[in-house]
């Protein structure tokens, strides 16, 4: 039986998946990241192939080959990276195995827009990006967005939560609104919030970003200072998408793919204060399915596969209780 073989490589984690080629999911197992910017390059090959050995036994045991493979890797197209993957992978174990290695907003891109041929995907997690896909190809980074976290201002995790805390800070000095969003934070801290700074410091952009949810839950409550900051977040996010439309064509008709945790926990914020900034020709798209799909449709691309309405049912369907995992005997069926 031939099948698929996906990676999804972040900062903290990868995922590897093992999909049929009619779209089920067969086995799924998180290693340590594997950005190449953040881990180095040896880090990250070693992973990898951890990764791979793991899977080659769970195809031998089972007999299973594999028809097309696709690394998407955080740091994956930065420099010679791209490159240098792929020619140490191909060279060392793919030679005759359809195989293509590229950044994780390919996976985005592929998740947020699927197979529609006009799209923009806006990914928001710590950091966020913005990819642009106009009649079936997706365009270089047409740098929207993906300037980092300190430079990015598009509804991350890490916008919310430097906005939190530059709420309080405003509060505490008078030179803005009082607002819920102190003292939810001063709970969050367990100090008064000038206090814990050097924590909030220490912890980095990853500790920042874990501060969101309280700009939503104030902004629930009522919170005047938080529905602001939510607007002028979904202003920056309206302002990238509709650039990315006149990338594609004002009179052409594109899904807007929101993907990431920040938009998949807050989707009633986010179509209510979304949709009337965009154009008519927009529909908004909140996928369910995460980042690790949008490299299966790459694998499955390198096989020759069609990711067509049936091929995501059977994914979705299989994708919390993979079949090799759950005891099911779906190899069979």
């Not at 970003?209 to 920056?236: H, K, M, T, W, Y």
Request: aromatic share 8%.
């Amino acid at each position: 039986m031939e099948v698929l073989l996906a990676v999804d490589g972040g900062g903290t984690k990868t995922e590897v998946m093992l999909v049929s080629k009619t779209g089920e999911v067969l086995a799924v197992k998180k290693y340590e990241g594997t950005n190449i910017n953040s881990v180095g390059l040896t880090a990250a090959v070693e992973t990898l192939e951890k990764a791979l050995c793991d899977f080659a036994k769970i195809a031998e045991e089972n007999n299973l080959e594999f028809a097309g493979i696709h690394f998407g890797l955080a740091g994956g197209v930065n420099g010679n990276n791209q490159a240098m993957i792929y020619n140490y992978f191909k060279n060392t174990y793919f030679k005759d195995i359809p195989y293509s290695n590229a950044g994780d907003d390919l996976n985005s891109i592929n998740v947020g827009v699927k197979n529609a041929p006009n799209g923009i995907a806006v990914i928001a997690g710590t950091g966020s990006n913005v990819m642009v896909k106009k009649d079936g190809v997706v365009l270089d980074n047409p740098q929207l967005s993906g300037w980092g976290y300190l430079f990015d201002n598009g509804a991350s995790g890490f916008d919310f939560g430097r906005d939190a805390v530059i709420a309080a800070k405003n509060e505490c000095n008078k030179t803005g609104k009082p607002t819920m969003i102190t003292k939810m934070l001063e709970a969050k801290l367990g100090s008064k919030v000038f206090d814990a700074l050097g924590e909030i410091y220490a912890k980095g952009p990853r500790f920042v970003a874990s501060l969101a949810p309280i700009v939503f839950d104030a902004c629930r409550a009522g919170d005047e200072v938080a529905d602001e900051i939510i607007e002028s977040q979904v202003q920056n996010v309206a302002n990238m998408v509709n650039k990315g439309h006149e990338i594609i064509g004002t009179e052409t008709p594109a899904i807007v793919g929101l993907v990431g945790g920040i938009f998949a926990h807050e989707i009633p914020i986010f179509t209510e204060k979304l949709t009337p900034k965009l154009s008519k020709k927009l529909k908004i798209h909140f996928p369910k399915e995460s980042q690790i799909y949008g490299a299966v449709m790459e694998a499955a691309k390198n096989a020759g596969i069609s990711t067509d309405s049936e091929f995501l049912r059977n994914y979705n369907r299989t994708v919390e209780s993979p079949l090799l995992q759950s005891g099911t005997d779906g190899l069979t069926k």
